[in-house]
């Protein structure tokens, strides 16, 4: 097995309930964690969800649906710009034209 000590975020995608172990593991190790559950059945994506909420409670860190079926673990210690959520991103059409010099 690799050294994953210097990884800051790790991509997922788990198959089936049991890979919800690993999720868990990265998230308390304070990385940012990918998980794309778009290969399980909408119960298994809940419980999957439901698992790793532990740790995400126990490390105070935050989740983020970035997707359909894609969610991002961020830990408490890591800042993130969630551009995907409309009402944080500004209406650049009403914005002034912004002319380089």
């Known amino acids: 097995m690799a050294d994953n000590s210097n990884v800051d975020i790790v991509f997922l995608k788990p198959s089936k309930f049991e890979d919800c172990v ?30 790793v909420a532990g740790a995400i409670f126990i490390t105070k860190a935050d989740i983020i649906n970035v997707g359909n079926r894609i969610f991002c673990s ?3 210690n890591k800042s993130f710009l969630n551009e995907t959520d ?15 010099r």
């Open 86 to 100: 409309r009402e944080s991103v500004r209406d650049y059409e009403t914005e002034e034209e912004i002319i380089r």
């Open 22 to 51: 690993v999720c868990a593991k990265y998230i308390k190790e304070d990385k940012i964690v990918n998980m794309n559950l778009s290969q399980l059945d909408d119960k298994d994506s809940r419980r999957v969800l439901d698992y």
């Open 74 to 76: 961020v830990p408490v």
